[in-house]
């Protein structure tokens, strides 16, 4: 699992070591100048030879980047450092200067010349943004603003554009809440120090990051707390698998009610209940409409269309709530699955249909739209592009409104209990992003939750931490789906390229693929 802790914490926890005087910097900066070497090596280039710009802030960011420099100067590079500010981490320009990394004091009359910057950015094969990290907050203050900004747009329009390489954090991003307040400069790869930041794993700072390194500098994490977001692993996902034993039966193994579906969108009870039953489970239970009924049992066969026992539900796929028929059948299946305890996927057309309260059982699956809805339902009037620009906030907000889990779905899908830690997992490729592909989700969701169902219960009265173990379900569920989507997409191999088209049946279809792969 990867962990994210706040900037607060990871301050606190470098206060100590640094007063018994662990050199934390030069650790750092050590381990960022041996990821530079091994990028380069990846990229078929070598270090001799190699030219690298350091855009150097004022403060420790900065000092890791020059540090950094003149390691790989040592090394062969030919680096220049560009000194975006009036003053510059004085050990680590010292150690630049004695390594031989040329140092640009471009400030003229307190000012970056956006030009002067260009011209030693197009000659380099390397940026090494070290402008700001955990110090800063709020978006790039001018003038360094706008010399990120050229610097990102400029890049853009090269043909062998340069390796970017972020010190800690793309400088701008939302440190702990992954928000882009301002201009940042794109990543290849950020070489974060001591633990990983909550902006790169969120969306849409986390889209800014490119490959994730963590430098381990032995911080005494947590130092008061847990990690504000994690990100499961295929691994986490195979350890809390539920996988059957010889003393399993269909009933123990789990069994799932999927109200899904409607004589307008037939399709959608095809696509949950593929989900759930490609995903594994005991057995499923179909509540619907004839019509879709028929093409249900004309794909699965094994499904049950008769009410019955189940241990978690899967409400709303497909459900049209403008339908009163439809409707009162989906608000009676939520009362159900409520008064029962046990554990319900919320989806689609139930989003419509919510009770006041909810118990973190209850888990809702909105994208970025219906979650802009369900807030105006509750008095946040939001627009979707705002629950766009900041998805874990408004998720937990959510999450604070309702009472239940909030699986937020996207490029990165975010999960936010009332309380606890968020999830932000970023597993599928953008050929993920079709029609019905969350109607799938809504399915492997609801075939995890089921085998917990009847334990639910118990689970609470033994004091068990359920919105933990629910929140940790909701994201394995997308792990599965992203890596569906993978396979669908022909992106699992050696050399993958660039993938191709899918439709939700055929992340459907890859599932036991999928689960098979993480198992193994
Ligand atoms: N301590 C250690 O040994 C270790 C530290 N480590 C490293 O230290 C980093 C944290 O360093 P930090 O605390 O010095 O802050 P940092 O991120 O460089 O920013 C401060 C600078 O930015 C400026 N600035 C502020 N806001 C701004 C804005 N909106 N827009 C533009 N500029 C802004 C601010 O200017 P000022 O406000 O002072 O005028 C000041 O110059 C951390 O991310 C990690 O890389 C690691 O190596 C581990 C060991
Ligand atoms: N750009 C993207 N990259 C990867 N996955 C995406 C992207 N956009 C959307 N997705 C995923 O695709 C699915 C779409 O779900 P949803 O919007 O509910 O579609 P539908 O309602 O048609 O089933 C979600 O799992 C979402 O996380
Ligand atoms: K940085």
Redesign the pocket.
């Known amino acids: 699992m990867i962990r994210a802790w706040s900037?607060t914490e990871?301050?606190a926890a470098?206060r100590p070591m640094?007063d018994a005087g662990v050199?934390?910097?030069e650790?750092?900066?050590f381990a960022l100048a041996s990821h530079v070497t091994r990028a380069l090596r990846r990229a078929g280039h070598r270090v001799p030879g190699s030219v690298v710009l350091l855009l150097v802030?004022?403060?420790?960011?900065?000092?890791?980047?020059l540090?950094a420099g003149a390691h790989l100067a040592r090394r062969g590079a030919q680096v220049h450092a560009a000194l975006l500010?009036d003053?510059a981490?004085p050990e680590g320009l010292a150690a630049a200067r004695r390594s031989g990394v040329r140092v640009h004091q471009v400030l003229e009359d307190g000012v970056p010349p956006t030009e002067r910057v260009l011209g030693l950015a197009r000659r380099a094969g390397v940026w090494v943004d070290?402008?700001?990290?955990?110090?800063?907050?709020?978006?790039?203050?001018h003038p360094?603003?706008e010399v990120v900004r050229s610097l990102a747009a400029d890049r853009a329009g090269w043909p062998q554009e340069p390796m970017v390489v972020a010190?800690?954090?793309p400088?701008?991003i939302g440190?702990d809440d992954g928000t882009v307040p301002?201009p940042v400069l794109p990543a290849d790869m950020t070489v974060?120090?001591?633990a990983a930041?909550p902006g790169l794993l969120l969306p849409p700072a986390a889209e800014l990051a490119g490959r994730l390194e963590v430098v381990d500098?032995a911080l005494p994490l947590p130092a008061g707390g847990a990690p504000a977001v994690c990100r499961l692993t295929s691994a986490d996902v195979a350890d809390l698998w539920p996988r059957p034993t010889s003393s399993d039966h269909k009933y123990t193994r789990g069994v799932l009610g999927v109200l899904a579906g409607s004589t307008t969108f037939p399709g959608a009870a095809v696509l949950s209940v593929a989900g759930a039953v490609r995903t594994g489970l005991g057995m499923v239970r179909y509540l619907g409409p004839p019509g879709a009924t028929t093409l249900v049992h004309a794909r699965h066969p094994e499904v049950v269309a008769v009410p019955g026992r189940v241990q978690a539900w899967v409400i709303g796929p497909g459900v049209d709530a403008d339908d009163p028929g439809r409707a009162e059948q989906a608000q009676d299946a939520i009362e159900e699955a409520l008064a029962a305890g046990v554990p319900v996927v919320l989806d689609a057309g139930a989003l419509q249909l919510l009770p006041e309260d909810l118990p973190d059982s209850a888990v809702l699956t909105p994208h970025a739209g219906e979650l802009a809805t369900l807030l105006g339902s509750r008095g946040e009037a939001v627009t979707r592009d705002e629950v766009e620009a900041a998805p874990a906030r408004h998720a937990r907000l959510a999450a604070e409104l309702t009472g239940a889990m909030v699986l937020l779905k996207g490029a990165t899908t975010v999960v936010a209990g009332p309380t606890g830690p968020l999830y932000a997992q970023a597993d599928a490729p953008p050929w993920l992003a079709a029609a019905g592909a969350g109607d799938v989700l809504a399915g492997v969701l609801g075939a995890l939750l089921a085998p917990y169902g009847d334990r639910l219960q118990e689970l609470l009265d033994s004091g068990e931490d359920v919105t933990a173990g629910v929140a940790r379900l909701a994201a394995a569920a997308v792990v599965v789906h992203g890596e569906a989507a993978q396979h669908a997409a022909g992106l699992h191999g050696p050399d993958p390229g660039p993938g191709r088209p899918l439709s939700a049946g055929d992340v459907a279809d890859a599932l036991p693929t999928a689960v098979g792969q993480i198992l193994a």
Request: charged share 10%; no cysteine; aromatic share 0%.
């Open positions: 900037s990871v301050v470098e640094l050199p934390l910097m650790q750092a900066a802030g004022g403060g420790n960011n900065g000092g890791d980047a540090h500010t003053r981490h070290g402008v700001t990290g955990v110090g800063a907050g709020g978006g790039l203050r360094v603003a010190v800690d954090v400088s701008g440190v301002g974060t120090m001591g930041k500098l």
